[in-house]
């Protein structure tokens, strides 16, 4: 991704998991993350985005350039 990118990684599953889903950036500096999985890439580096629900995650990693 480029500095600006945006990508929505949510996907569509039932109601019981979506509504206990969270995401979560091991690093915004990288890239920022909202509550329904759009993932704004914000600075050069690497950083990880987890979707967790339940017992269930899922990463995706994510390489920013300038």
Same mark, same amino acid.
């Given at each position: &991704?480029?500095?600006?990118?945006?990508?929505?990684?949510?996907?569509?599953?039932?109601?019981?998991?979506?509504?206990?889903?969270?995401? +979560?950036?091991?690093?915004?500096? @990288?890239?920022? @993350? +909202?509550?329904?999985?759009? @993932? +704004?890439?914000v600075g050069?580096? &690497?950083?990880?985005?987890?979707? +967790?629900?339940?017992?269930?995650?899922?990463?995706?990693?994510?390489? @920013?350039?300038?």
């Amino acid at each position: &991704m480029d500095e600006g990118d945006k990508i929505y990684l949510g996907g569509i599953s039932n109601d019981s998991v979506l509504s206990k889903a969270k995401w +979560t950036s091991s690093d915004k500096s @990288v890239a920022k @993350v +909202t509550s329904g999985g759009r @993932v +704004t890439a914000v600075g050069e580096g &690497m950083c990880a985005i987890a979707w +967790t629900s339940g017992t269930q995650s899922f990463v995706f990693y994510v390489y @920013v350039e300038e």
